[in-house]
C-alpha cells in the first residue's frame, strides 16, 4: 500500500509537471526559452515507459506517462505554433 502510494504520487507529479511551461508559452506566445532538443528526447524516454507499463500492465506506469506524453505533444504543437519568437 505504502508504495503504491509512493507510485500515484510520483505519477500525479509528473504527469502534471509541464503545465507550468504549457501556461508561459501561451501567456507570453513564445517558446524562446524551450528547448526542441530536450522535449524530443523526453517524448521518447516517456513513449518508452509507456511500452514498458503496457509490457508490465502497470495502470500507474500506463496512465501518468500517457498524460505526460500527451502534455508534451501540447507544448511542442506550441513550439512550431508560436515558434522561438519573443
Known amino acids: 500500500m505504502f508504495w503504491r502510494f509512493i507510485g500515484s ?13 504549457i501556461i508561459k508559452v501561451v ?22 515507459w509507456i511500452a514498458y507499463g503496457l509490457h508490465l500492465r502497470n495502470i500507474i506506469i500506463i496512465t501518468a506517462n500517457s498524460v505526460t506524453l500527451f ?13 522561438r519568437k519573443r
Not at 501567456?27 to 518508452?48: N, P, W
Not at 502534455?71 to 515558434?83: K, T
Open 9 to 21: 504520487s510520483a505519477a500525479i507529479l509528473t504527469m502534471f509537471s509541464f503545465i507550468p511551461q
Open 27 to 48: 501567456k507570453t506566445k513564445s517558446a524562446k526559452d524551450v528547448s526542441l532538443f530536450t522535449l524530443l528526447q523526453l517524448s521518447l524516454g516517456v513513449s518508452l
Open 71 to 83: 502534455s508534451l505533444i501540447v507544448l511542442l504543437c506550441f513550439y512550431f505554433n508560436y515558434g
